[in-house]
């Protein structure tokens, strides 16, 4: 009986017998997950200080942080804040931290509360753009990266364009991505769009 030969690189080797390599990747994804967690806490004050006047049904459904291992290969975490998914109606405001690439905040509508918030975002577009925010191009809400076929960048559309944007599609995404290595500011960061956001969405 012959015998399948699997090998290890040289670099793999050089990882398997490192378990320290394992403990820390844990360690950071623990880390990400207090920060998720604080930042749930610091955006359910900004609701309640700033007044957004949300629908009770979006309010009323409590935080959740999903946790995986395999978004394209990678790690990942996503608080959902606030949120409400049924079909066909979402509002959600989602953080992402994504392992070797970035954290994100994007707001996901469709439904009914696509078509209540697009007439207050298209009033904001100058806002929005401002604050470097992209628009979604792709065709499945669900996909989470910054490519070309997924996000435009605001400042790469005309208001018009921005406007006609807006009315395509079952649903809407607007979002916003910053580098892993703002680590020590992006709490701060993510807390300053999360306001916009949802300041777009009280107007």
Excluded at 94 to 103: A, D, E, L, Y
Aim: net charge neutral.
């Amino acid at each position: 009986m012959s015998e399948t030969k699997i090998r290890l690189s040289e670099q793999e080797m050089q990882m398997v017998v490192n378990a320290e390599l394992i403990l820390t990747k844990n360690r950071i994804i623990e880390k990400a997950g207090l920060l998720l967690s604080s930042l749930q806490h610091s955006f359910h004050e900004i609701i309640i200080n700033k007044g957004t006047g949300l629908p009770a049904e979006i309010l009323n459904t409590s935080a959740k942080i999903s946790r995986g291992e395999n978004y394209e290969g990678l790690p990942y975490l996503i608080l959902d804040y606030p949120r409400y998914f049924t079909k066909p109606d979402i509002f959600a405001v989602r953080t992402m931290f994504w392992w070797g690439h970035f954290f994100s905040i994007t707001l996901h509508l469709a439904g009914k509360y696509k078509d209540l918030y697009v007439p207050k975002i298209e009033n904001a577009f100058s806002s929005l753009k401002d604050a470097e925010f992209q628009v979604s191009a792709g065709e499945d809400e669900w996909v989470h990266h910054f490519e070309k076929n997924n996000y435009l960048p605001l400042k790469s559309l005309s208001e018009t364009d921005f406007n006609v944007k807006m009315q395509e599609g079952s649903f809407l995404k607007l979002a916003k991505k910053y580098p892993l290595s703002e680590w020590p500011v992006v709490a701060e960061k993510l807390e300053r769009d999360f306001t916009l956001l949802t300041g777009v969405c009280s107007r």
